[in-house]
């Protein structure tokens, strides 16, 4: 597939949801006796993120404040397939909202469209360039 895609026959994407969160995280810390260090944060406020990328950069992401589910993936996924102008394949992980009913029983419109996805194997996320990117 990366070498279909090197030679522009097909459009090849990475995808993978994140987030980024105003809650502060520090697992760790190093204070002297007696002095009160505090990091103040906004509680609870989260952006999410789903995003597909191929080697050259070219992303197609949307975000919410609300979690990502199937159906929203669902959706970014309809979109694209609207969007497409080659043979378009789609590399993500096995997540349960990636392998969704909604997802499965979409997959042979897709495909007359001309997107494909493509699920990565398990126990391999170093074959998804979003994870080191994104996640």
């Known amino acids: 597939m990366e070498q279909l895609s090197e030679k522009g026959l097909i459009d ?3 995808g ?3 987030h980024i969160c105003s809650e502060g995280y520090v697992p760790y810390g190093w204070q002297f006796p007696d ?5 103040p944060v906004e509680k609870g406020y989260k952006i999410n ?5 191929n080697r050259y950069n070219k992303n ?4 919410t404040e609300q979690n990502i589910d199937a ?3 669902f959706e970014q996924l309809e979109k694209l397939s609207f969007q497409i102008q080659k043979q378009t394949i789609v590399m993500i992980d096995n997540a349960s909202i990636h392998k969704a009913k909604i997802i499965k029983q979409q997959l042979k419109f897709w495909e007359k469209r001309g997107l494909y996805i493509f699920y990565i194997p398990p126990y391999y996320p170093h074959l998804n ?3 080191r990117q994104c996640g």
């Open 16 to 18: 993978d949801e994140s």
């Open 49 to 53: 993120i789903w995003r597909l990328i």
């Open 71 to 73: 159906r929203f993936v």
């Open 35 to 39: 002095e009160d260090v505090y990091i």
């Open 129 to 131: 360039i979003s994870d």
């Open 12 to 14: 090849l994407f990475y």
């Open 60 to 63: 197609h992401w949307a975000t």
